[in-house]
C-alpha cells in the first residue's frame, strides 16, 4: 500500500533499480518522507554532515558552496529522482560541505545511514554504483548502467571484483629518503612524471607518502619554503591494500580515506602504488580473438563472414562494460585490417603498382570514431612523377584497382560514400602534388563547399601503403594553415552553426515531427558538433592526431579552450558516443537497421542529466568562438 | 470532570513526553479508522490504519493496519464507502486483540487525526468496554491545526495562494498538494493526514507554535 508506492518509485532510479525486489522492499520499508517547502535549508555546510541519503520525490533543490571569499556558489540543481547527501552514506566528512536550499516545494525520502549500509554493503551493484558515481563522476558508471541491465550482470566478470590490486598496480614505485628537500621530492615526481612519491626510511620502509595534491594544498597555496623536508609535508598513516586484495577493497578503503592513491603491499614490503587512473583503466581492454581469422583470408569471399561478425563484437564489448571510446578503436582496429586486407589481396591480383602509393580514409573512418559501419570515405595518394607514359600507366592502374577494393569493401558491409569521397573517383584518386594543391586551394579560397571539404577530408587518416605520402601531405596542410584566420573562421562560422539541441530552461529539442518525431539525432547534433570544435581547435593549434579524444589529448597545455574544458569536451564525446552505440546495438538485437535517433524521455534521469550537460559543454565553446572569431565571422 | 486541555496534558505525562518536547522532534501516530457507519450507539470499527512520524519525518514502513471483525452488522451504505465487504472480516480478529496492538503502536506518540474526535468516540467506546479506561494519549486535529492557521497567521496562505474553507480531508489533500491514491482505505487516508500534518508542521515553529504543549493547545480534537 503505503510502502508499495515507495518501491514503484525506487524501482525507476539507479542505483535502487539495480536491487532486487526483496532488497528494495527492505530499503523501503527504512525509509522516511520529509516536505521541504520552497525555501528550506534543508542542509547547511558546514554544519554536522547529514546522516541520511535523500532521493527527490517531488519538487527540486539547488547545491551551493561558500566559496573562502563568501560568496555563495550554486553548483547544482537537482530534479526529481535525484540524490543529495550521498557521500555522507560513505564517506568519513564530518562536516556539511554543501548548502542545499529546497527551489520549490520538495518531497523526499530520506534514508539513514545506519539503516541502509548494511544493505548497501552487502550489495556489490549498489556499491560499485556509489563507487563510480565518486571517482569516475558520470561516463563510466552509465557504461555501467548498461551493464547492469545485460544478462551478463552478476556473473564473475565484474572486473573490480574479480581483479587483484598486484595485477594493476604501478609496479616500479618512486622513492625519497626521508632527509630529502621538497623541492628534492617534486623534481622526482616531474621527472618520473608521477602524482604521487614514497618517503622511505633508511631500511627502504615506507614512512609516509607525498601526493600532487599535498604539494598543492600544503606547499604552494601557503607559499612554504621549498627546502623544507618532505617529511614534513608527507601524509600519515598511509592506507595498504595487499597485493591479492581484490581492486574493490582498495576503492573502498580509498573513498573511506578519502584519498586518491594507496600502498601495495606483498610480504609487508612496499611493492607498487594504486591510483584512481589505474582502476579507471581497468575498464578497457578487451582481448580479440578473431583479428587472426582476418589474417588467413586469401579472398574477398573469405573475409565476408568474417567482417559480419564486427558487429556482434560491439554488443559483446557493450555488455562487458567497455568505455566508448574503446570501443570505437577495437571497431576502427578491425576495419582497418579488414580495409588492409582487401588491399592486400588487391595488390595480389593487379601486381606492384607503378608508383608508391597510400591509402587514407577520412571523416569517422579517419577519426577512428566508427560505431557501426559506415560509409566508405577513402582516396588515394600516389607519388608524382615526371614520365607522362608513367602518369598514364599509374591512372589506369589505380582506376581498376580501386574499383576492384570499392566493390571488395561493399561486399564486405561498408557501403557506397553518397557524396562519392571514394577511390574510385578519380577526382580523388591523385598524385601528391594534386592533393596540395586541392589543400591550399580549399585554404586559400574558403568558400562553403571548400569549407565542407576540409571538415572531411581534413581528418585524414593514412591506412595502408607508403606512409611518406600521407606525411608530407599533413605538414603541407600545418604549413599552410599557419595564419590563414580568414579560412578559420569560416571553419568557425559552420561549425558554431550547428548548435545541440538543448533549448531554454535546458529543455531537450527534439523532431516536430517525421518519422523521428519526438526524438533528437545524437550523431548529427551532439557528436557532429563537439568533432568539428575540435577540430577546429586542432587546426588552429597544429596539432596532427585526427581522432577527437587523441586531439584533445595533444592539445593540453597548446589549445587555452582544451586546458579549460578539454577533460569535460571528452567525457561528452565519450557519453554521447556511448549512448548512440548502446542505442545501436539495442536496435539491431530488435533486428532493426540501426540509426542515430534516440527519445530523450526513455533516458533515465542520470542519462538525461548527463546529455544535458554534454550539450552544454558544447554550447559553451561555440560561444567561445562566436567571441573568439567576432562579428567578421560570416557562417558557410 | 477535566476539560480537555487538562486531560491533553496530563495524557501528556502519563504517557512519558515532555510538554517541552519540540514539534519537530515529537513522536506522532497519525490515525484513521474506518466505520459500519456513523453512529457510536449502532455502528462500529472495521478497520484502523496508522503511520508513525517523528517530527516532519514520515516513517514509511512503520504502519499499522488491521480489519477488524465489527461488533456491529455492516451496512450497505458504508461497504460503498470503505469497500470492505463482511466476508473479508468475519474472520479477522476481534477488537479487543487489535486495541492491544493499537496502544502499544500508539505508546510515547501524540495520536493525530483528520476529525479525529469521531474516530476518537468509537476508540473510546471500545476502550470502556474492554477495561474500563479511555483511549490513552494526548491527541490533536488536523482539522483543527488548520482551522487555527487559517485564523492566526498568513504565511502559510501565501505560501499555497490561500486556504481552503472545506473540511474535508480530499479536498484539503489537493488544495495543498498531497497525492492521493486509493482513498477510504484506513491506512492510505492515514498516510494522506500524516502528509497534511507534516505540510502544517514545517508552518509552526515560525507560528509560535514550537513545543507540543503548544500544538496540543491550538489542535485538541
Known amino acids: 500500500m503505503v510502502i508499495d508506492d515507495v518501491i514503484k518509485f525506487f524501482q525507476e532510479i539507479p542505483p535502487f533499480q539495480f536491487l532486487e525486489a526483496r532488497e528494495l522492499r527492505s530499503i523501503a520499508e527504512k525509509v522516511s518522507m520529509e516536505f ?52 555522507s552514506l560513505i564517506g568519513k566528512d564530518e562536516k556539511q560541505k554543501t548548502t542545499v536550499i529546497a527551489i520549490e516545494d520538495t518531497i523526499c525520502y530520506l ?96 614512512v609516509g607518502i607525498v601526493t600532487d595534491r599535498d604539494l598543492r594544498e600544503k606547499v604552494v597555496s601557503r607559499g612554504r619554503d621549498v627546502t623544507d623536508m618532505v617529511k614534513d609535508i608527507m601524509t600519515l598513516p598511509m592506507i595498504r591494500v595487499d597485493v591479492k586484495d581484490y581492486c574493490f577493497e582498495a576503492v573502498l578503503k580509498m573513498i573511506k580515506h578519502n584519498i586518491h592513491h594507496i600502498l601495495v603491499i606483498k610480504d609487508g614490503r612496499l611493492k607498487g602504488v594504486l591510483t584512481n587512473h589505474d582502476l579507471m583503466m581497468l575498464q578497457g581492454t578487451s582481448p580479440l580473438s578473431f583479428a587472426k581469422d582476418l589474417e588467413s583470408q586469401q579472398s574477398v569471399e573469405g573475409l565476408v563472414p568474417v567482417s559480419t561478425k564486427i558487429n556482434r563484437v560491439v554488443g559483446l564489448l557493450l555488455k562487458e562494460g567497455a568505455k566508448a571510446s574503446n570501443i570505437t578503436k577495437i571497431i576502427a582496429e578491425l576495419n582497418d585490417r579488414l580495409v588492409r586486407k582487401v588491399l592486400e589481396i588487391a595488390e595480389a591480383k593487379f601486381g606492384k603498382p607503378p608508383v608508391p602509393y597510400c591509402w587514407i580514409s577520412f571523416g569517422s573512418e579517419g577519426r577512428k570514431e566508427q560505431t557501426f559501419k559506415t560509409d566508405q570515405d577513402n582516396a588515394i595518394i600516389h607519388g608524382d612523377t615526371d614520365s607522362p607514359a608513367l602518369a598514364d600507366q599509374a591512372k589506369r592502374y589505380f582506376a581498376a584497382f580501386s574499383l576492384f577494393v570499392r566493390d571488395g569493401l561493399v561486399r564486405c558491409g561498408f557501403p557506397h560514400c553518397p557524396a562519392d569521397y571514394m577511390a574510385s573517383n578519380p577526382r580523388w584518386c591523385q598524385p601528391l602534388s594534386v592533393w596540395k594543391q586541392y589543400f591550399t586551394s580549399w585554404v586559400h579560397t574558403p568558400n562553403p563547399e571548400a569549407v565542407l571539404r576540409s571538415l572531411i577530408f581534413f581528418d585524414f587518416r593514412m591506412l595502408h601503403g607508403d606512409e611518406r605520402l600521407a606525411a608530407e601531405l599533413r605538414s603541407h596542410l600545418g604549413s599552410i594553415l599557419k595564419g590563414q584566420n580568414i579560412f578559420l573562421a569560416q571553419m568557425a562560422g559552420v561549425v558554431i552553426k550547428n548548435r545541440p539541441p538543448l533549448g531554454f530552461f535546458k529543455k531537450f529539442i527534439v523532431e516536430k515531427d517525421g518519422e523521428h518525431k519526438n526524438e533528437l539525432n545524437l550523431k548529427f547534433r551532439g557528436i557532429g558538433p563537439l568533432v568539428d570544435i575540435v577540430r577546429l581547435f586542432a587546426l588552429e593549434s597544429g596539432v596532427s592526431e585526427t581522432s577527437t579524444l587523441e586531439r584533445i589529448e595533444a592539445m593540453k597545455g597548446k589549445h587555452p579552450s582544451i586546458d579549460s574544458s578539454g577533460d569535460e569536451l571528452a567525457q561528452a564525446f565519450e557519453f554521447i558516443t556511448l549512448l548512440r552505440i548502446h542505442h545501436q546495438v539495442e536496435q539491431i538485437e530488435k533486428g532493426e537497421e540501426p540509426d542515430n535517433f534516440i527519445n530523450p524521455t526513455r533516458l533515465s534521469n542520470l542519462e538525461k542529466r548527463i546529455l544535458k550537460e554534454s550539450f552544454q559543454v558544447i554550447s559553451l565553446l561555440q560561444d567561445g568562438l562566436s567571441d573568439q572569431y567576432g562579428p567578421g565571422m560570416v557562417g558557410g | 470532570m477535566f476539560g480537555l486541555l487538562t486531560r491533553n496534558s496530563a495524557d501528556l505525562n502519563a504517557c512519558g513526553i515532555d510538554d517541552r518536547t519540540l514539534v519537530s522532534e515529537c513522536r506522532y501516530v497519525v490515525l484513521d479508522t474506518e466505520l459500519t457507519g456513523l453512529e457510536v450507539k449502532k455502528d462500529s470499527i472495521v478497520s484502523i490504519g496508522a503511520v508513525a512520524m517523528t517530527g516532519g519525518s514520515i516513517h514509511i514502513g512503520e504502519t499499522f493496519y488491521r480489519l477488524v471483525s465489527p461488533e456491529t452488522e455492516m451496512r450497505g451504505s458504508s461497504v460503498v464507502v470503505h469497500g470492505i465487504t463482511p466476508s473479508e472480516v468475519a474472520d479477522k480478529p476481534s477488537i479487543a486483540q487489535t486495541m492491544d496492538e493499537l496502544l502499544k503502536f500508539c505508546e510515547g506518540s501524540v495520536v493525530v487525526g483528520h476529525f479525529l474526535s469521531l474516530d476518537l468516540k468509537f476508540l473510546n467506546k471500545e476502550m470502556k468496554r474492554l477495561s474500563g479506561r479511555e483511549f490513552p494519549g494526548p491527541a490533536v486535529d488536523t482539522f483543527r491545526i488548520h482551522e487555527w492557521i487559517r485564523e492566526h497567521d498568513g504565511s502559510f496562505s501565501t505560501h499555497y495562494n490561500g486556504m481552503v474553507r472545506d473540511t474535508d480531508l480530499f479536498t484539503m489533500a489537493k488544495r495543498y498538494h498531497i497525492q492521493v491514491s486509493a482513498a477510504h482505505n484506513a491506512l492510505m487516508d492515514a498516510f494522506v493526514t500524516a502528509q497534511l500534518f507534516q505540510r502544517f508542521l514545517s508552518f509552526l515553529p515560525s507560528l509560535g507554535v514550537p513545543t507540543v504543549k503548544d500544538l496540543l493547545r491550538i489542535g485538541k480534537p
Open chain 1, 36 to 87: 521541504y517547502p520552497k525555501g528550506t535549508v534543508i542542509l547547511r555546510q558546514d554544519d554536522p554532515a547529514s546522516d541520511a541519503l535523500r532521493v527527490i520525490k517531488k519538487g527540486g533543490v539547488k547545491v551551493s558552496v561558500r566559496s573562502e571569499d563568501g560568496q555563495e556558489v550554486i553548483i547544482d540543481h537537482r530534479g526529481e529522482g535525484d540524490t543529495f547527501g550521498l557521500m
Open chain 1, 111 to 206: 534514508m539513514k545511514k545506519s539503516q541502509v549500509l548494511p544493505v548497501i554493503e552487502t550489495n556489490p551493484a549498489f556499491t560499485e554504483y556509489f563507487l563510480q558515481f565518486h571517482f569516475s563522476k558520470y561516463v563510466d558508471k552509465t557504461s555501467r548502467d548498461m551493464h547492469a541491465k545485460s544478462l551478463f550482470y552478476g556473473s564473475s566478470d565484474h572486473l573490480l571484483f574479480t581483479t587483484p590490486v598486484g595485477d594493476i598496480a604501478t609496479k616500479d614505485v618512486v622513492t625519497v629518503t626521508q632527509d630529502a628537500s621538497i623541492q628534492e621530492a617534486a623534481q622526482e615526481m616531474s621527472r618520473n612524471r608521477i602524482s604521487s612519491l614514497i618517503i622511505v626510511d633508511d631500511n627502504g620502509l615506507p
